[in-house]
Structure formats: C-alpha cells, structure tokens
C-alpha cells in the first residue's frame, strides 16, 4: 500500500499548485485524478480564480472526504526543487506533501483496491482563504451527512478547532502641531494605542475559559501604522487585528466587544476582512453536543482521537452547513508551510490503511 500512496505523492507533488498565484485550472492535477478513479462517476467544476474541485462518487456514500491540493508558494530556503518528491528513510519530502498531498495520494491508493461506496471532494483553495469549492458544494443538494477533512493531525481524529477572524480597524485624527494641549486626544495614534491597550487586557480576562482541551482567547495585532512624524498630531492610523475563539465562544459578540473598544469620534472604519467559524459550528449553544457527535463517528471508524487545535480548517464550514464534522489526516501541522515540508511514511501508511479499512470492500 505504501508503495502505491508514493507513486501517487510523487505525481501530485509534481504539479504546480502554489496559491498564490492562483493559476490553477481545470486540467493537470485534476486530469491526472479522474484517470486514478475509473470506477467513479466525476465532475470537475472551475469556481474562477484558481478554485477548481473535482467530487468523486461510486455507489451510494453517506460520507464525504475532502481534500485540499493547492499549496503555500515555496521558499528560498528549501534545499531542492520542491516539485521533485524525495523519499528518505523515514520521510517523504516535498512541497504539499505534509499539507495535504500526502492524505490525497492515500484516498486516491485506497479507492483503488476498494469497492465500497465513497465520496471524494478535491478542492484547490484553501491556502487563499476564499473558500469557494466548499461552499459551492454545500450549496448543492448533496446528501451527505458527515464529513472527514484531511489536514495534519499525526493521525489522529481532531474535533474542535478555534474559529478565526481578522479585521482592519481605521482611526481619524486632527492633523496639527504636536505641542498642542489637546493633542493626546486628537492624535489618530493615541486612540489606536488605548484600543490596542483595552483589547489586551480583555483578551487576557478570558484566560479562565475552556473548551475541549483548547483555552482562552487567541489575539494578534499584526500591524499598526499611521501618523507623519513626530511634531505633528496624526491624522490617521490603522490597525490590523486578529482573533481566534472557542467554539463556545460568539464570534459577533465578540467583534461588537472589539469595536467598542474604539472612541466612537476617533473610529472611521471597522471592517472583518476575513472569518472561518470554529469546529464545531453554528449554534454556540449546542457546540458541545455537536463536539460529542464527530467523537461517536470518529469511534464508529475506529479512528484514534486526538487533541483539539489552534489551526483553523474547512471542517468547520462542514459543520456549519449542519453536517458531523472532523479532522483527519496524515503528518505534522508543524511541518505544513516550511521549507524541506515532509511527512512520515509510517504516517502515510497508516492513513491509507485506515482509509482502505473504512471504504471497505477490498478488491
């Protein structure tokens, strides 16, 4: 089996699917996917903007498995051409092959010595936080009622996942000398640094809260700019601004709890520039029973169960469109998006066992 999920890492990984550029189009990869699974009926649909899926069905499934096939763009640090799949002892290097070609290559050597029902959805632009092949595809009337999402999880089934917000708030000021006596107030400077001030400390009083092994509150002010210099008052500023929430907590709550922060003469703009919602999703109220159900399927398939994460996953949109979400998937979240990305081999066989054991009917 190992030897097949190789030959299969080695030619996805040989396919330029960097994101950005967002070049990524309907042949290539994807022609390469449809020959791999004859026995499936196939649809390749191009989103635009370099979001191509291909849904892969045979039979009658109940469950769907999605996997991303675009990557982060490689770095000059990596010490051989990323699109060439290296295989050491223990590891099998490669631009994508940790995040997520690997569980790809897997699916597709497990579908080919299967003849159960399996659904298999292949999209290409998670890496652009524009989730359009997830949400074309919830859109439809696809019948599916859980599914497994394939992202570095050492192999073990993950549950909970914070959500994930980001914003740009834009100050105003009153352009001047910097000696006058009201220049503390009018500087756009100052308030973005007295919100940035009330913002910390509050993230820091939801240190007590837990949820499934993950705690408090995740915050990062990215950048901040503004002003001219130093003798004059600044007229403007801008903060960019992100948080990271249990899935206990509201996410709209918490952007009004953010907002108010900000002296309403001083705030021009408040704008959410990105979200993805927390695994699991939709009423906080019942995220708990939600978490619950992903642990009974995750037993039911004899997956091993692990550890709630930080990092944020298309599995929450799953869950959000009311489907029984969880994580799984080969290699190291550690080593996703690094120079020399690589993933254990014992990994990679072990995934497409499972794989192989929960399609079932081996041919």
Request: hydrophobic share 45%; with cysteine.
């Amino acid at each position: 089996m190992l030897e097949s999920v190789l030959k299969h890492l080695e030619v996805l990984v040989s396919f330029d699917t960097r994101n950005p550029p967002r070049a990524i189009n309907t042949g290539g990869i994807f022609d390469y996917i449809r020959a791999q699974l004859s026995d499936f009926k196939v649809e390749v649909v191009d989103h635009g903007a370099g979001a191509v899926s291909l849904f892969a069905v045979r039979g009658n499934p109940k469950r769907v498995f999605n996997v991303h096939l675009d990557t982060v763009p490689s770095s000059p640090a990596w010490t051989a051409d990323p699109l060439k799949l290296r295989v050491t002892g223990d590891r099998a290097i490669g631009l994508g092959a940790c995040d997520i070609k690997g569980a790809a290559a897997a699916l597709i050597a497990a579908a080919q010595v299967t003849q159960g029902d399996a659904a298999f959805l292949f999209s290409s632009d998670e890496e652009a936080n524009d989730p359009r092949c997830i949400a074309a595809f919830l859109a439809r009337d696809h019948g599916f009622s859980e599914a497994i999402i394939a992202e570095p999880t050492q192999g073990q089934a993950v549950l909970a996942h914070r959500g994930i917000s980001a914003v740009r708030m834009a100050f105003k000021g009153q352009a001047g000398h910097a000696s006058a006596e009201n220049a503390l107030s009018l500087s756009a400077v100052h308030n973005a640094m007295r919100w940035g001030v009330d913002a910390l400390d509050f993230v820091k009083s939801q240190n007590h809260l837990r949820f499934g092994g993950l705690t408090g509150l995740r915050f990062n002010i990215g950048r901040v700019e503004g002003g001219i210099k130093a003798n004059m008052i600044a007229p403007s500023a801008e903060i960019r601004f992100g948080f990271r929430p249990l899935p206990s907590q509201d996410m709209q709550a918490l952007h009004a709890q953010f907002r108010n922060f900000a002296n309403d003469d001083a705030l021009a703009e408040y704008e959410e520039t990105f979200r993805g919602p927390s695994l699991p999703s939709g009423d906080v109220a019942r995220a708990e029973e939600r978490r619950l159900a992903a642990r009974d399927l995750a037993d039911e398939l004899n997956l091993p169960v692990g550890n709630a994460v930080d990092f944020w996953t298309e599995a929450s949109l799953f869950s959000g469109a009311g489907l029984t979400a969880l994580v799984y998937g080969p290699g190291d979240i550690a080593q996703a998006h690094t120079a020399d990305e690589w993933v254990s081999l014992q990994q990679l066989y072990a995934y497409a066992e499972s794989i192989m054991r929960v399609l079932g009917k081996t041919n």
